[in-house]
């Protein structure tokens, strides 16, 4: 069975500071992941996803993540924040099988302060 | 291109009420979703289809209902409204498989009273 952990609910930040967002994953199959951001009041946005190419995926708004087998873990990174950031970010794995079904984290609120 | 498009934006149901959650794309994406999204949970998948005329249940169907008759619509049924079934919905397509990101439509924010 495919899960997703995020570790932390609500990070904060500088502007202008690094951001890291951490996201462990369980798959028993090799995994998809994916990265998504809900701006509020907003559906979500897909940032950026891993699909077995290259470990060091680049998506929009300067955001990355690098995926690490060895660690489970897909970490979303972004060197300098802005205001604009201010969101809440998911990380999601795919399921086994070919139906398309994504088992999401719990989300973490990222807060940006001037 | 209008997307994926949710409709109502909002709704407040008594209990015991019914309605119907409209969710329609225009991509021609076979795979179409449901799920809820409650504070601090992340995203839980309601029910699911890849394609017109299938459909399966996901993680938490209870007190849901959903039909596929056409590849751009897909609505999501509340037969008898809970106060659990508080909560905001999102729809989402893709094209087909497991590496394909989803497109969001824009959510229904349900209060159940």
């Known amino acids: 069975a495919q899960s997703v952990t995020q570790l932390g609910s609500h990070v904060s930040v500088s502007e202008g500071a690094l951001v890291l967002l951490r996201c462990n994953y369980s798959?028993?199959?090799?995994?998809?992941l994916f990265w998504y951001v809900q701006y509020p009041n907003q559906g979500l946005q897909l940032l950026l996803k891993?699909?077995?190419?290259?470990?060091l995926v680049k998506g929009i708004n300067g955001f990355e993540a690098e995926f690490k087998k060895s660690e489970t873990s897909f970490h979303l990174t972004k060197p300098s924040a802005h205001m604009s950031d201010a969101a809440e970010y998911f990380c999601?794995?795919?399921?086994?099988?070919?139906?398309?079904?994504?088992?999401f984290g719990q989300g973490t609120t990222l807060q940006v302060k001037p | 291109n209008a997307g994926v498009t949710q409709t109502p934006k909002f709704r407040i149901l008594k209990i015991g009420q019914s309605m119907t959650l409209q969710c329609t794309q225009d991509?021609?994406?076979?795979?179409m979703y449901w799920y809820r999204q409650d504070p601090g949970m992340g995203l839980k998948l309601i029910y699911y289809?890849?394609?017109?005329?299938?459909?399966d249940k996901g993680e938490v169907p209870n007190g849901y209902n959903v039909s596929r008759s056409t590849t751009e619509d897909f609505p999501l049924r509340l037969e008898l409204a809970a106060p659990s079934q508080t909560s905001v919905y999102f729809c989402?397509?893709?094209?087909?498989?497991?590496?394909?990101?989803?497109?969001f439509g824009s959510g229904t924010r349900l209060t159940v009273v």
């Open positions: 798959s028993s199959v090799p995994p998809y």
């Open positions: 289809s890849v394609g017109a005329g299938i459909t």
């Open positions: 991509m021609n994406h076979n795979y």
């Open positions: 891993y699909t077995s190419a290259a470990t």
């Open positions: 989402a397509s893709t094209l087909q498989g497991r590496n394909y990101g989803y497109t």
């Open positions: 999601a794995v795919s399921g086994s099988g070919n139906t398309g079904k994504l088992i």
